[in-house]
């Protein structure tokens, strides 16, 4: 089993920046691909960022613009979201996902999901 521990949300300004970490543990030798979802109230779980845990190449969803940068720092296991200019639009529930494959976009092939960190934006 893979255990995910996210932080780092909480409420913001307009303009703002925050870093979300994911902290793994457990069996983390069997996850390769680890991606960030959000999901806002009455929405669907969207895919934000993704990337191998072993570094590369990063991929990002279509509501990224540029204003999110997804990390990895492997001696301690954790994996990082860098948002800046955060937007209203931006509120929703974060979370961090990991499956055995390589990172993809659609939420229900991760394997392992954390709790979620509320990301709330104020105009």
């Known amino acids: 089993q893979v255990q995910l521990v996210e932080s780092g949300g909480g409420l913001v300004q307009a303009g703002g920046s925050l870093r979300l970490s994911c902290a793994a543990s457990?069996?983390?030798?069997?996850?390769?691909?680890m991606a960030w979802f959000r999901q806002a109230r009455g929405s669907e779980r969207e895919f934000v960022a993704g990337?191998?845990?072993?570094?590369?190449?990063?991929y990002y969803g279509g509501s990224a613009e540029g204003r999110f940068t997804i990390s990895r720092d492997n001696a301690n296991n954790t994996l990082y979201l860098h948002i800046v200019s955060l937007k209203p639009e931006d509120t929703a529930v974060y979370y961090c996902?990991?499956?055995?494959?390589?990172?993809?976009?659609?939420?229900?092939?991760?394997?392992?999901w954390g709790q979620g960190t509320q990301v709330t934006v104020s105009s």
């Open positions: 996902a990991a499956r055995p494959g390589v990172p993809v976009t659609t939420y229900w092939e991760y394997s392992y």
């Open positions: 990337m191998s845990w072993t570094g590369g190449t990063t």
């Open positions: 457990g069996r983390t030798l069997s996850i390769y691909g």
